[in-house]
Nanobody
Framework: QVQLVESGGGLVQAGGSLRLSCAAS????????VGWFRQAPGKEREFVAR????????YYADSVKGRFTISRDNAQSTVYLQMHSLKPEDTAVYYC?????????????????WGQGTQVTVSS
């Protein structure tokens, strides 16, 4: 069992930066792939980035590549999403999720545990 709590969301102007944190509890966190997803009003939840438990391999959605960086600190059981050059279209509720089944998971259905989400609003 893994429990996840996101923090770090807020209101920022376009071009600004935010760092989201995902704090996890559970003894097997280091053996889970962690992903960040986001959901804007009226839209489906979409993949943003993930970091695998295998060699901390990372993968990003094209829409955030080069602007967002995902990292993990297993000793602190925390995953971070550093976001730079934010755009109004990045506005959404951001969720972190953990998968014990898919080392390279990018689909919502591959993730077993979800946090409650944190709001990110980017003003133009």
């Amino acid at each position: 069992q893994v429990q996840l709590v996101e923090s770090g969301g807020g209101l920022v102007q376009a071009g600004g930066s935010l760092r989201l944190s995902c704090a996890a509890s559970g003894r097997t966190f280091s053996r889970h792939t962690v992903g960040w997803f986001r959901q804007a009003p009226g839209k489906e939840r979409e993949f943003v980035a993930r970091i695998s438990w295998i060699l901390s391999n990372t993968y990003y959605a094209d829409s955030v590549k080069g602007r967002f960086t995902i990292s993990r600190d297993n000793a602190q059981s925390t995953v971070y999403l550093q976001m730079h050059s934010l755009k109004p279209e990045d506005t959404a509720v951001y969720y972190c999720a953990a998968s014990g089944r898919g080392a390279f998971a990018t689909q919502v259905g591959e993730y077993d545990y979800w946090g409650q989400g944190t709001q990110v609003t980017v003003s133009s």
